[in-house]
């Protein structure tokens, strides 16, 4: 696969296109009330989840562009504490910096220095391309978790139903 090509898909997967539920899809029409719920048998709440998406994008962000950057304890400091709870405008707060994070990637991705394939030092070797598609790969399954928490507490529409 060419260079340009694989920077033009790791795009397309950071913004959601293709078979991936897009952020904005997701928190689409959220209703304040199920912010700090936790659908039956899940451990976090919706805040939760989008806080860990954060928090996680922003890190393997920083891991790839940043030497020396130092990653947060695993598995504490990717999560909010579990009593945390937040109000309309913190949500929104979240929801901008996943949507800003995400563009800082995607600049750092097409910028010409970035070198998807060569073995960085600072990861151990791993390459820009794992990084961003550990991004594009966790993001989907916890949008996924996400949406599938609003239709259980029926607060989900799907494609089909508009």
């Not at 940043?66 to 504490?76: I, N, R, T």
Request: proline share 6%; hydrophobic share 40%; aromatic share 10%.
């Amino acid at each position: 696969m060419a260079v340009e090509e694989a920077k033009a898909r790791l795009v397309a997967g950071l913004r959601g296109e293709g078979a991936h539920l897009t952020l904005e899809e997701a928190v689409r029409d959220f209703p304040d009330e199920l912010m700090n719920e936790r659908p039956p048998h899940v451990p976090y709440s919706f805040h939760h989840q989008l806080e860990h998406i954060r928090i996680a994008q922003e890190d393997l962000l920083l891991y790839a562009s940043k030497p020396g950057h130092v990653s947060p304890a695993w598995p504490d400091d990717y999560w909010p504490a579990h009593d945390a709870t937040v109000d309309r405008d913190g949500w929104n707060r979240t929801v901008a910096l996943i949507q800003s994070d995400r563009e800082r990637f995607i600049e750092f991705i097409e910028s010409p220095e970035c070198d998807l394939f060569a073995p960085a030092e600072h990861m151990g070797g791993r390459t820009v391309y794992r990084a961003a598609l550990l991004a594009i790969d966790h993001t989907a399954y916890h949008l996924g978790e996400f949406v599938m928490g609003r239709q259980i507490l029926g607060h989900w529409r799907s494609e089909l139903e508009r």
